[in-house]
């Protein structure tokens, strides 16, 4: 007769697949990929170099900031989320997208090990808002795709209006 033996499972850590910025809008916990985001800044630190703009419709842009020649549509995340909007402290300025978000706190860094695609549940916009979910820390996050705080459409209304923006200053100027 054999005995069944109890082994000790070998748990095989593997090393984390990406690493995150965890961060909080609205008391709503959100992540993004650290290897978007270019630069953390104060808001205070920005608040000179900040340009108003007003573009119908797109409530959720109301400045533009520029860093080493680059121009940025400043983007609430609480808007663009649905969330009620707070008073951010921070800005998480972005590689590649010319995008800056305001953002209420920063939690950490951590390591992911996956990225759960996102449930057939969400149905609409937010498809676009997030490139799926993640457990950490018994909680479930959802994970922003950089590229969907701003659609194509969007970025061309709002160049169109910092162009007219710019004409009118000129315009003005010359007079």
């Keep these: 007769m054999k005995f069944a033996t109890f082994e000790t ?9 990406e690493q995150i910025i965890l961060f909080s809008v609205s008391s709503q916990n959100f992540a993004i990929a650290a290897t978007v985001v270019q ?16 573009c119908p419709g797109l409530a959720k842009v109301r400045h533009t900031i ?8 400043v983007v609430s995340a609480a808007q663009h989320f649905g969330l009620p909007v707070l008073r951010p402290d921070l800005v998480l300025i972005l590689r590649q997208f ?22 057939k549940a969400f149905t609409g916009e937010e498809r676009n808002w997030y490139r799926g979910l993640i457990h950490i820390d018994d909680q479930v996050i959802p994970l922003v795709e950089p590229a ?4 194509q459409q969007e970025f061309g209304r709002l160049e169109q209006v910092v162009r007219d923006e710019a004409e009118q200053r000129l315009e003005g100027a010359s007079a």
């Design 66 to 73: 520029e860093r080493a020649r680059q121009g940025y549509f």
């Design 39 to 54: 630069e953390i800044r104060s808001t205070y630190s920005l608040s000179g170099t900040a340009r108003e703009i007003v």
């Design 98 to 119: 010319r995008v800056a978000v305001l953002v209420d706190r920063i939690d950490r860094m951590a390591g992911i090990f996956a990225v759960v695609p996102l449930p």
């Design 9 to 17: 499972a070998t748990v095989r850590r593997e090393s984390p697949s």
């Design 148 to 151: 969907g705080f701003l659609t």
